[in-house]
């Protein structure tokens, strides 16, 4: 029913150009049933304001019913760098441009007739990563969450720095609510962004930390 | 105006029934999540104080960015008061039933009809649907639509959310017959 509408092959280039408000190609392409925003800000004593956003597209579950050897990279490669596009696109805007962006993190969540692997194969390749890596210009790993579920789930996305994974003042979960979505016959995709730490992080660092091993064990004081 | 955090979302529908929607139905809602102005003063009779207080501020804070958020012109709107469970669904409607409020969101769409409204109470994370309705004639049916919110960690016990909504147009596949026709 969601299936794509047939267009004749056309080449365009997205590179430079934002899908903000123009992306009505794009969405017809994968079949885009509704993208969405969230941007939260906290006022911050120190920082200003914090601000973290999320960006959401849900799109028809490419591999319905194709069943467990099927080959996903041609659908991946055609359809996750569109994914990166319109959702580092929403990241961008939300927070003021890629400088703003301290840390990042993504999602995707299948719907009920899907297989875990089809959210996997939308996130987890460079077709998705590597493009919203470039864009938030980040180098890290991108954190993520993934999973199988029904219309109206609550997420937590999480993120950590974007250029320095192991930096423990960003470790931060988004809360994400899904009305609507994913129906069972479709998936998920989600981008995060933070443009700071956790309000007041204030846990230390691997830098700080002693060594600490399984020895602590041996002298535990109650 | 103080606040614990504002939350904006919009979404946009691009396909529904199968069909792609053109332009797409836009939404978008921004939320303030602030201290209940009589938390932890009993039962107050007069509300009046508060409500000179704080509700034109949250109009004036909310409207701009509903309208910014939204990105086009507007056509339906709607408002919601969520109160932290130390409160009285009284609270939340004495921040939004005023003219103080709603006129700050009436005068940033060229508005003239009433807001429709939600108000609730309920602990952090309750879910909540905004109810929205045509700017100038809340006759029009086409207009009639409803959006699902939740806001996390909001409102905390002595909290109220507040929340204006606006929508670029009425439903995605609006194709019901006017109410004229009924009449």
Not at chain 1, 90 to 98: E, P, S, T, V
Request: aromatic share 4%; hydrophobic share 45%; with cysteine.
């Amino acid at each position: 029913m969601n299936a794509p509408l047939a267009q004749p092959p056309q080449l365009i280039d997205l590179s430079s150009r934002s899908t903000l408000d123009d992306y009505q190609d794009v969405a017809q392409a994968i079949g885009l049933r509704k993208i969405s925003c969230t941007v939260e800000e906290v006022p911050h004593h120190e920082l200003g304001v914090i601000t973290r956003a999320t960006a959401t597209a849900v799109i028809p579950n490419p591999w319905l019913g194709t069943g467990t050897s099927q080959d996903l990279s041609e659908r991946t490669e055609a359809i996750a760098p569109l994914l990166a596009k319109l959702l580092a696109d929403r990241l961008l805007d939300a927070l003021g441009g890629a400088h703003k962006v301290e840390a990042f993190g993504k999602a995707a969540l299948v719907g009920s007739d899907g297989e875990l692997e089809h959210a996997g194969a939308l996130i987890h390749t460079p077709f998705f990563g590597n493009l919203l890596r470039e864009a938030l210009d980040g180098s890290s790993i991108i954190c993520f969450v993934d999973g199988r579920g029904v219309p109206g789930e609550t997420l937590r996305v999480p993120m950590w720095h974007k250029s320095a994974a192991a930096t423990r003042t960003h470790y931060q979960t988004l809360e994400l609510f899904l009305p609507d979505a994913p129906h069972a016959g479709e998936i998920a995709v989600i981008a995060a962004a933070s443009s700071g730490p956790r309000p007041h992080a204030r846990i230390g660092d691997r830098t700080t930390d002693r060594t600490i091993t399984s020895e602590i064990l041996k002298g535990i004081q109650l | 105006m103080n606040y614990r955090k504002l939350v904006t979302i919009v979404e946009e529908i691009a396909t529904e029934g199968g069909r792609v929607v053109d332009p797409v139905a836009r939404v978008a809602i921004v939320a303030a999540v602030i201290e209940n102005p009589w938390a932890g003063q009993g039962f107050v009779q007069d509300l009046n104080p508060g409500i000179d207080a704080v509700a034109s501020d949250l109009g004036a804070l909310l409207a701009p960015r509903v309208i910014e958020a939204l990105g086009a012109p507007l056509e339906a709107y709607g408002k919601a008061a969520i109160v932290g469970l130390d409160g009285e669904i009284e609270h939340g409607s004495a921040l939004i039933h005023t003219l103080k409020f709603g006129n700050h969101f009436r005068d940033a769409a060229n508005a003239t009809t009433l807001l429709p409204a939600v108000e609730k109470r309920g602990p952090a994370g309750v879910q909540f649907d905004i109810p929205l309705k045509h700017f100038t004639d809340a006759t029009i049916r086409s207009h009639h639509q409803s959006v699902e919110v939740k806001i996390a960690d909001a409102p905390h016990a002595g909290e109220i959310l507040i929340a204006l909504a606006g929508a670029t147009r009425g439903r995605p596949q609006e194709r019901l017959a006017a109410l004229s026709t009924e009449q």
